[in-house]
């Protein structure tokens, strides 16, 4: 039987020179930094919030709501999906619809008076083998429950945009070779987007043991 | 006897799982030597996190040194005015200085081994190193400062050699300038082990209230800070007269600095002038090696302010969190990356905002818990020592490209 290998991984935070100021500025930038940026603001949020849950679970909404102070347009950002069906230039696309028709409502351009600017930044993820494995539901438990939960975002985050694989590597695994097809439907379904990853592992377990 | 301490000192305190990461991260690198150059072994936050992690590094067998550069007293009045100035102050700096600057790192260059895979040169002191980088070596420039708006001339000049090297790394997105090379993020971190963030015995906190007379039968709010108006230890006793309308509570602001800083020893005396006879203020002009006390203060307090005006990293405020206790910050600098606002603690913009958070806090002991309960977890998984490894090892990797 095939084993599950389960892979953490780090991130590397690269700046990239830019920063907005405004509104006007932040769409100018989503529409020209690379996509990896895209990503980065999007999702890896949650590597940085491995245990609590922030205001929104992206940093574009975030900033709109914390330093901007526009919590029309922060509602809005928090509410696109990280995963688009083309990737994340969809979600690239999706970003700049929203904030270009609220600025077309708007006289003045909302931007940061006390607040702080926004930093563009991209993410490396450098992948990390853990040596723990697992054959059977009950060995999967066990090694979900102890490992580092950078292993959760690399198989439920990284598996579905960055590897294409639009699925998890935990539902695939336990479809594919465990021939739990119900208790994948039932991961697949959960809606990652908006716990923490601790909150995430603590959902994931529920799920599995009630398979056990 | 003091035993050792190994990176698996840290497994019972690291978030489940990153011991072991760390472990595999470093099979990556086997046989791979790193080096680090700073300007000094003794006092100041770097040469603090360095004596903690170079004995990781070693400890995790990747072959680590130390080395610091010489300087004479006009080099190091030089590289105390590149300081200033690179963060903005206008500062006087001669040629013979500049000259001064190149001399003394040619000099120190010509006595350190530079043979490692990856080095790692701490801040503007030993930038100039870079012209003796070995070819295959990977050199990463390390700005622990705010280098966002500095004096031109002498950014111009520094420039030069950090533009040479593989990448830098800056401790915020704001601290960092616009260069060719790949710019890094590597946030500073706090040692649990360490005297300032240890767990402590009930008995020894109680025995250091007593020591200052500080009461035990009150809610304590306290700042950890040294005695400088960014800190804003006036507005702290501001915010604190307008709780005390409301509540009982003490304050106590713990800091040093005024001693050898005449500036400090003025903020010092406006601060006692302030506080008049409030005997529920304690104004404790502490020496730098208080790290027991700070510890102590931290883990008696109800609340922890760092209501500074203008910050660097701050990383008292992670030390505050540490203990598990919800801090109130001003919202400036890296104070803003290590409180999630309403779920750590607060960040505030005005005495009046202080003020209010507080009361809000002592009135909700169930919402102060839950953010004293939260701002440890934070910490743990952000800002601690385990996650600074982690980072440089990932960063090793990265530029070596293994």
Sequence with gaps: MQEFYFTGCMEIKELLGQKAEDEQRLMELIEEVPSDSIYCHMHSYFLRHPYIAGVYPNDFATWVVVQVRDRVLGEKLAEVSPYGDKGIEDVRIRLIEIIDDHLSQIKVVPGVVHGQPFYFMQSKIIQVQTGVKAGSLSEFCNALRDIDTSAVYNHVFEARIRDRKGRSDFSIWLEEVLGKKDLADKIESIDSYMYSLEGLRAKLLDLCEKEL | ?402
Excluded at chain 2, 102 to 126: E, G, M, T, Y
């Design chain 2, 1 to 402: 006897m003091k035993t050792e301490i190994t990176i698996d000192s840290y497994r019972d305190i690291a978030p489940k799982g990153t011991i072991d990461l760390i472990y595999n991260l470093v099979n990556r690198l086997k046989g791979r030597s790193l080096l680090h150059v700073n300007s000094t072994k003794l006092g100041g936050g770097v040469a603090e996190m360095l004596l903690r992690l170079v004995p990781l590094f070693n400890n995790l067998g990747i072959q680590t040194r130390w080395e610091i550069i010489q300087g004479t007293p006009l080099f190091y009045q030089t590289t105390k005015s590149f300081h200033n100035a690179l963060q903005g102050q206008p500062q006087i700096i001669t040629d013979e200085m500049f000259n001064e600057y190149k001399k003394v790192n040619q000099k120190n260059a010509r006595n350190i081994s530079f043979d490692s895979d990856v080095a790692i040169i701490h801040d503007p002191q030993p930038a100039a190193f870079i012209y003796k980088k070995p070819k295959k070596a990977k050199w990463l420039w390390r700005c622990h400062i705010d280098v966002s708006r500095p004096n031109r001339k002498v950014w111009n000049f520094l420039r030069e050699y950090v533009a040479r090297y593989d990448g830098a790394i800056f401790s915020l997105p704001s601290f960092a300038q616009k260069l060719a090379i790949p710019q890094f993020l590597v946030y500073p971190s706090i040692d649990p082990l360490s005297d300032k963030n240890k767990e402590l015995p009930r008995a020894q906190i109680n025995s250091v209230l007593d020591k200052y007379a500080i009461p035990r039968d009150k809610p304590i709010i306290l700042q950890v800070s040294r005695f400088d108006r960014f800190k804003d230890p006036l507005g702290v006793i501001k915010a604190y007269e307008l709780v005390k309308k409301h509540n009982e509570c003490c304050l106590v602001l713990a800091g040093g600095g005024a001693t050898d800083d005449p500036e400090g020893l003025q903020v010092l005396n406006e601060v006692k002038e302030a506080a008049g006879n409030d005997k529920d203020i304690f104004v404790l002009d502490l020496p730098p090696d208080a790290n027991l006390e700070i510890n102590a203060f931290q883990r008696a307090a109800t609340i922890i302010l760092q209501k500074s005006v203008k910050e660097g990293f701050g990383l008292t405020v992670a030390e505050g969190m540490w203990k598990g206790k919800p801090v109130i910050g001003g919202a400036v600098g890296g104070i803003n990356v290590q409180i999630v606002y309403g779920r750590t603690g607060y960040t505030v913009n005005s005495i009046e905002g202080c003020a209010y958070r507080i009361r809000y806090l002592l009135n909700n002991p169930l919402a102060l818990n839950e953010l004293g309960e939260n701002a440890k977890e934070y910490i743990r998984r952000n800002f601690l020592i385990t996650r600074h490894l982690c980072d440089y090892l990932a960063l090793m990797i990265k530029m070596l490209n293994i």
